[in-house]
Structures are given as C-alpha cells and as structure tokens.
C-alpha cells in the first residue's frame, strides 16, 4: 500500500515538473511575455533620438519663445537631462503590440503599468490644451477637411522669398529643404524633429510636418500630447533594420527617452 502512495506521489510530481518545464520561461518582474522579452533582447541595441533642452535669453527668438508660452509648452521644451537607457528600452519592448487590431496604449516597467495615452501625456505636460469630450483640435480638423491646407500659403510662410517646395517630376509639392526655409521655420524644425515627431532626418521637413509648422505660426491649436502618444505607439511597433555599414548593428532609434524616463 505505501509503495502505491509513492509510486503515484512521484507521478504527480513527475507530472508537475514537466509542466513547469513546458511553461515558457521569462522575467515576469520586466516583461509581459516571453514576446515582450524577445521584442527586448531584438532591440537593445538601438539607439535613441534625443529630446533637445531649450535654454535662450530673453532677447533670443522671441516670436518662438512667446509662442511656446502661449501654448503652454515650457514642459515640452524642457524635459529632464538625463534618461534611463534600460528603462526606455524596457517601456519600448513591453510597449510592442502583440495583438493585431488591438491598440493597447500601455507598457510595463518594473513591475508597474506604464499609459501612455493622450490624457496621461498631457496631464504629463501640464495640460497644454484642454479640449471638451470628443473635440479636436483646429490642427486636426484642418487635416479632416477636404480643402485641407493651401500648400501654396504654407510656402508663402515657411520660405525665404523665392523659394518652395521641392517637388516630384509630376509637379507635386513633396518637401521644403533646410536651405529654403525662414530661420523662424528652422527654429520650429529643429524642436519637432526632436521633441514632438522624433527623426534623424532633418535636412528638410516632409508635407505633413510642414503643415503642422503651419498650424504652429498661425496660432492654431495643436493637441501636442495626442501627437506624441501616437508617435510612441509606431516606434514601439517599428521593425528591425540593419545598418548599412555594420551588419550585427540596426539603424533604427527610439524617441522620447527622458519623456518616458520621468513617465516611469
């Protein structure tokens, strides 16, 4: 009878020890998944696009400084000196959507759920524009009308005298290069091509920014936290690309490093 008990207590927990073995494996205090920690271990070696740190005297830029109180973005233009490299890193691959059609606007780091929704980024942000339920903001009803925006008034505006948009052999207005534009417009470039819609590529400004360079000087309201959370959304589910030069290395970089540092 006893040599029964034990033939079947080893049985159960020969049993038990398979199905731990069966159970894939990861550090459930870091990641949501094992996805998440592969999603981990595939980006760890990218880089990141730097937030710029505005500091100008008084009399420095004063049409960008006022416009940057008027909006409310002194937290925008000022994030912290310092980020976290594993930490951005770890909000970045539990950020990573795992479901297709599902979009969760969460991450988890270090055993805590991390929004980053519009209302958490904004309320982040000191609430820079308040907006009633379901209102949006003159810029994006702008972008929703059929009419859109008049390219040509945006040259008017963003360009030195003389000049305008690059455009295809067909004659369609694509881009304004560096060399073209207002230092006024430069100015505002260079603080959304690091604070607001991250990219390494700032030798000229695409169509679609330059129509929110546009929303920007004509003092339209711009609901910047919606832009931000929806630009984390597309780094987190970036897909890995090689360097050119260097095969064991990728090219790409991750945005808002020390905005998702003090998120943490």
Wanted: proline content about 5%.
């Amino acid at each position: 009878m006893a040599l029964r008990k034990l033939s079947a207590k080893r049985s159960r927990n020969d049993a038990a020890a398979e199905g731990t073995s069966a159970a894939p494996e990861f550090d459930s205090h870091r990641f949501r998944s094992t996805e998440h920690q592969q999603r981990f271990e595939a980006i760890k070696g990218w880089s990141f696009h730097r937030e710029r740190r505005v500091q100008l005297r008084d009399n420095e830029y004063t049409d960008f400084q006022e416009e940057i109180a008027h909006r409310r973005w002194t937290s925008l233009v000022t994030p912290m000196a310092k980020f976290d490299p594993d930490v951005v890193l770890e909000f970045y691959a539990n950020a990573w959507p795992t479901e297709e059609g599902v979009r969760d606007m969460r991450s988890w780091v270090r055993g805590q759920w991390i929004p980053f929704d519009e209302d958490t980024l904004s309320q982040f942000l000191g609430d820079p524009l308040v907006l009633e339920e379901g209102q949006e903001c003159e810029y994006s009803q702008r972008r929703n009308r059929a009419d859109g925006f008049d390219e040509e008034v945006i040259a008017q505006l963003l360009c030195i005298p003389g000049q305008d948009f690059a455009r295809t052999a067909a004659g369609r207005r694509v881009r304004i290069m560096c060399t073209s534009m207002t230092t006024l417009t430069q100015t505002w470039m260079t603080l959304l091509l690091s604070n607001i819609l991250p990219s390494d590529h700032n030798s000229d400004l695409p169509l679609p920014k330059c129509q929110l360079v546009y929303a920007i000087l004509t003092r339209m309201s711009v609901h910047v936290a919606q832009l931000i959370a929806n630009a984390i959304y597309l780094f987190a589910g970036m897909s890995p690309t090689r360097h050119p030069l260097d095969l064991n290395k990728s090219n790409r970089a991750l945005g808002f490093p020390a905005l998702i540092t003090g998120l943490c």
